[in-house]
């Protein structure tokens, strides 16, 4: 009999923001997977590591890299080495962080794995803007309000940026400092939580200073602000 891919979000990064259910489906897998390659690394396995146990774990190479064709080369690869354990019959659980299918390299093993004839479970968690909300004391969105959740890299930010509602800005990187200079000159309000929940967690209610670059990043952005 084929084996089970869990697809399990470990959360944005404190271990008591882990679900149950993501403890349960640790405990059902064989084999513990995670990318290694990237300002993510080995940090999904920190965060369950008290749940992994004596669990052997494979750490896959899934480079973060905008190259299309070595991306697509890395991702079969990667299912290959999956799909090995789960022809054997072995539960292979794939961590990542926060929710397993926003803006994350499993949702690519996914449809590679389903379309190779396995059967997968994904295993939904908190997502990092909800948590850095909750840090910043910060709804989201209230009554009618939409939300936006948008990559910062994405191609038309400036005109995204003006969009009804609260907008989120993830996958900041390297884009950080280039999102805030637009919010300030369109006098938006913000704020930004970096690396919520684990070591080094910083909130920022007042962007006017600059901000310093963070890989974890999270921007909410609200309207227009006096302030700016």
Sequence with gaps: MKGLLYGIGVGPGDPELMTLKAIKAIAACDVIAAPYSGADNQTAISIAHEYIGEKPVMLLDLPMTRDKAELSNKRALAADVICDKLALGKNVGFLTLGDPLVYSTY???HKIIISRGYTVK????VTSFCAAAAALEYPLCESGE???????LYADLENALMLDGTK??????TKLNDAITMIKEKKLQ????QRVGMDGERLLNDI??????????????KG????L
């Design 146 to 152: 939409a939300l936006h959740i948008i990559p910062a």
């Design 208 to 221: 006017s200073a600059g901000v310093d670059s963070d890989y974890f990043s999270i921007i909410i952005v």
């Design 190 to 193: 913000a704020r930004v939580a």
């Design 122 to 125: 994904t295993i939904p968690a």
């Design 168 to 173: 989120v800005l993830m996958k900041s990187g």
């Design 107 to 109: 949702s690519y093993l």
């Design 224 to 227: 227009e602000s006096e302030g």
